[in-house]
């Protein structure tokens, strides 16, 4: 309960989804969780499978303590992109005050530039081709990212943390973009690390710059010089001039002011050719990655949440039972004391049979009386009628494929009333002989096998 | 709430005892927990009642389960004690008599609790057990739910079995104008079975015409989604196992023992989805607790590597491919799939020789260089997709007042018990095998052993998904 006081505030649509997607997991991977008591809860709240799956997933993550995991790796996460980051500011700065080195030498400006550009160009080509159809995009620096946080997430359900995440990101269509994000950030890191180098070291110490060539001409670097100032020139940053460029070979003596444009142009490149398209990417990968992290949804026909849907979204309701059903059925009211006397011998009686039996069933010994079929309320009158005079015994004859219901054996509780002795025939067995087993002994009837052997066995009148 | 409220279409199922009433809210509710079913009079003693709901959670159909009618003859006479002389008290007038007299509270407790429950619905299914011969006490009953003055529709249950009376029922009830009736299995329902109880149901009560309509197409539109699920789940599984591979040194006994692993985790993903089917169907184990499916490990009938198996399907197999310590899976050389086709070509030709020949297969293996792969087999794919459809079959057609477990056996196709050479092809023709679209699939699965959640690292891919949703779709027209 003091886990709920801890936050208060209603978790944001990420996490709940991220959430749901990490138990999923694990309730395929491993077992499902029991969650008897979270599903009356979830069934009491909004309908909408959804959103059911949401708030089963909230509830048994907070049980289960998946949540406050979820959250430490999130932490996690953050620690390892900070730490990312601010490598990633200090290898720029170094690799700057590489480019331009101790001050002793000139600089030599193409390596300088590639230097500092060289490895950015190379990756942000492969970013954008890994949007190329078939290309599988790269995950350097991100996921250096994953590998880090994954060291400080440690402990159970940590992978499945980072399992999750990339699985509903990439359900989402936006983990390429997080991913891409993370990386660009960092590159956005390094080179706002290499500029403050680069500002603070020229602001500070005396550096020359110049290019050298063997093979090619001078006019080469003119025109490069040209063409890589020209979009920072919009922004106000100066190109050396044509003559200035020919006369930086190394071979002439060049005033401060030609080497002060120089650091201007090479700071000019910087930001236009490194970080400004960083900057692009970055903001436009966070943009794409919001807008479809903001339309997560809910897929039922994930392995996982398919099996939930039949409890989730139950399809019938029970409505109870109208009152509690009365005690076990009594069959004592139904016995009555037999007659004393009797009149006649043996006499045979279908029960029940149907109307297209075949009567009876066996040729009746002599002296046997046949009273016949039983069935209707009609049969049922002159049945009575005719036991006014009862046998000694009588012979009901049952289908056993029959059940032996209350109105059976309240019919057989009235025979009884009138008859001394009754036995039971049953045919087509064995059908639910049991049954009737059960309901003749209830009902103190003995039941015989064959129509001949009820007849053979007449025992001698009772001595009442 | 701009929603317009549905009134509920409120039916009683009665019937005498013990001819399947609460199986068949079982079946209807697919819910093998409702009531308690036993093959003994007087199960249900009380009148219990549950709502379908439609998808939107409204009620929509409510069933109530009554107890049976025993003792029909002597309520009749119990009404005709109650009427005077010279009175000509209505149906429903007689019945009110007979809850309010005493007799009502004592003897015919049950009765008067399943005509008071007639007295206030829609209308009543009469179940019927059609293996039970018809008798005088059934029409004394079918009087008796008359007099209530509510369309009856009988509903004959057990219609599938041998010495079922179906013909003699119609007739009787028919004399007793009851014209209408539904033949309604409630262990083995008709596909199309609750639509026709409710288009008998839509003729009775007219008024009552939209409601029924709309549940009629609610409870269709229920049955393509479990479809469609199960689709997904059979083509989860065949991702799965498609995109398995392990990587094996050369040397044959820890290849024993990678092929082991990998059968080992074919067949848990299989049980898997097994469970998954029943799950999604609303079976489950728990439903038998004397009748374990017969689905685990090697009760499914047949274990899932054995030769047999994949012949009781029809699926042919190369001789030597099938059998041995590496039976079901095939040896791929490491070439990260890139040049599958060769690959596979190549670990046929070992699997076919490993059969009594070790040396040869150690030869030829010991020609490829770098590590090896191994994957399961082409058939045995197959075997998994036939296995899991018929099982998604087998489960649409059952009902939920089922009994008896499921025979692996069953499952197979009749008509492919036995399978001969070179039919394979004609098969997959007749619909008998996979259709041959899920191969490319298969084959792109194949490749990325990262797509296999029961794999060494799974990995998210979109093109999984798109797969995936391909591949049942193929499966769902297949089922």
């Known amino acids: 309960m003091t886990r709920h006081a801890t936050h208060s505030k209603p978790d944001s649509p990420f996490l709940r989804h991220w959430l749901a997607e990490a138990l999923r997991l694990r309730e395929t991977q491993r077992e499902p969780v029991d969650d008897t008591a979270e599903l009356d809860a979830v069934l009491q709240g909004p309908a909408g499978l959804d959103e059911r799956i949401l708030r089963r997933a909230a509830l048994l993550g907070e049980r289960e303590g998946l949540r406050a995991r979820l959250v430490r790796w999130a932490a996690s996460a953050r620690l390892a992109l900070i730490l990312l980051w601010v490598m990633a500011l200090f290898t720029g700065m170094g690799t700057a005050a590489a480019a331009l080195g101790a001050g002793d030498r000139p600089v030599n400006l193409a390596l300088a530039l590639l230097a500092l550009l060289g490895l950015h160009a190379a990756t942000l080509l492969i970013w954008l081709l890994s949007f190329l159809p078939g290309i599988v995009p790269s995950t350097g620096l991100s996921g250096f990212w994953l590998w880090l946080t994954a060291k400080f997430a440690r402990g159970p359900d940590a992978a499945l943390a980072g399992q999750a995440l990339a699985s509903l990101l990439t359900r989402a269509r936006a983990w390429r973009h997080i991913l891409g994000g993370i990386s660009h950030g960092a590159w956005i890191a390094a080179f706002v690390g290499a500029l403050a180098a680069l500002l603070m070291l020229l602001s500070t110490r005396r550096y020359a710059f110049q290019w050298e060539t063997t093979l090619l001409s001078p006019d080469a670097f003119v025109a490069m010089a040209h063409a890589l100032g020209a979009v920072p020139a919009q922004l106000g940053f100066p190109i050396p001039d044509s003559a200035v460029i020919a006369r930086s070979d190394g071979l002439h003596i060049l005033p401060a002011a030609a080497q002060a444009q120089w650091s201007a142009w090479l700071i000019g490149c910087v930001v236009v050719w490194g970080l400004l398209p960083r900057l692009i990417a970055g903001l436009a990968s966070v943009w794409v990655a919001r807008r479809r992290l903001r339309s997560l949804r809910i897929d039922p026909g994930l392995p996982g949440w398919l099996e939930l849907r039949e409890r989730l979204m139950p399809r019938h309701q029970a409505l109870g039972i109208d009152a509690p059903a009365p005690g076990p059925a009594a069959g004592a009211p139904w016995s009555r004391p037999a007659p004393a006397a009797f009149a006649g011998a043996l006499a045979i009686l279908g029960f029940e049979l149907g109307a297209q039996a075949e009567w009876p069933p066996a040729p009746l010994p002599n002296g046997v009386r046949d009273m016949g079929l039983c069935d209707s309320r009609g049969d049922r009158r002159r049945i009575l009628d005719q036991l006014r005079q009862p046998p000694r015994r009588l012979l009901l004859v049952c289908d056993a494929r029959q059940t032996p219901d209350r109105g059976t054996r309240a019919w057989l509780a009235e025979l009884q009333g009138l008859c001394p002795r009754i036995d039971m025939l049953l045919l087509h067995r064995p059908g639910r002989e049991a049954i009737w087993h059960a309901a003749l002994d209830a009902q103190g009837i003995a039941a015989t096998p064959s129509i001949a052997h009820w007849a053979d066995a007449d025992p001698p009148p009772d001595h009442d | 709430m701009t929603e317009p409220t549905i009134v509920p279409i409120d039916l009683a199922v009665v019937g005498h005892t013990n001819t399947g009433k609460t199986s068949l809210l079982r079946t209807l509710l697919r819910d093998p927990d409702f009531g308690e079913v036993a093959d003994q009079p007087g199960t249900t003693r009380h009148v219990e009642s549950a709502q379908l709901l439609t998808e939107d959670g409204l009620p929509i159909l409510i069933l109530r389960d009554t107890p049976g009618l025993e003792d029909s003859m002597a309520v009749l006479d119990a009404v005709d004690r109650l009427v005077g002389p010279d009175e000509r008290p209505d149906g429903p ?375 995936v949703a391909r591949l049942a779709a193929l499966l769902d027209a297949a089922l």
């Open chain 2, 93 to 467: 007038e007689r019945i009110r008599r007979l809850l309010e007299s005493p007799e009502a509270l004592q003897r015919f407790e049950q009765e008067a609790r399943v005509l008071a429950t007639v007295l206030e619905c829609d209308a009543a299914l009469y179940v019927v057990d059609v293996r039970d011969p018809v008798l005088a006490k059934h029409r004394d009953e079918l009087g008796l739910l008359a007099a209530c003055g509510r369309p009856i529709l009988p509903v004959l249950n057990f219609t599938h079995s041998v010495n079922g009376q179906s013909d003699a029922w119609r007739d009787a009830l028919a004399r007793l104008g009851l014209h209408a009736t539904v033949d309604f299995d409630t262990v083995a329902p008709a596909l199309d079975g609750e639509a026709q109880m409710i288009d008998r149901l839509a003729l009775m009560l007219d008024r009552r015409a939209d409601t029924l309509a709309r549940l009629r197409a609610d409870l269709e539109s229920q049955r393509l989604r479990r479809r469609v699920d199960a689709a997904r789940l059979i083509a989860e599984l065949l991702m799965d196992a498609a995109a398995l591979r392990l990587l094996c040194p050369q040397d044959s006994t820890d290849m024993a023992t990678v092929t082991v692993s990998l059968r080992k985790r074919t067949r848990e993903r299989e049980q898997q989805c097994v469970q998954a089917l029943l799950k999604r169907y609303r079976f489950s184990r728990a439903t038998f607790p004397h009748h374990p499916l017969p689905l685990e490990g090697e009760r499914w009938g047949m274990d899932l590597f054995n030769p047999q198996a994949l012949k009781a399907f029809g699926i042919q197999v190369g001789k030597g491919l099938a059998t041995g310590a590496m039976a079901g899976a095939t040896i791929d050389a490491f070439t990260g799939g890139l040049s599958l086709g060769t690959a596979t070509l190549l670990g046929a030709a070992v699997g076919g020789l490993w059969q009594g020949a070790h040396q040869w297969g150690k030869r030829l293996i010991g020609r490829v260089a770098g590590h090896l792969e191994i994957t399961v087999d082409d058939p045995v794919l197959q075997l998994l997709g036939l296995r899991q459809l018929a099982l998604a079959r087998a489960l649409e057609r059952r009902g939920h007042a089922a009994w008896q477990p499921i025979d692996g056996g069953t499952l197979t196709p009749p008509a492919q018990a036995l399978d001969t050479e070179g039919e394979g092809a004609t098969r997959a023709a007749q619909g008998a095998l996979l259709p041959e679209a899920v191969w490319p699939i298969l084959r792109e699965a194949r490749g990325h052993p990262e797509w296999s959640s029961i794999g060494v690292a799974p990995v998210a891919d979109p093109r999984r998904d798109v797969l």
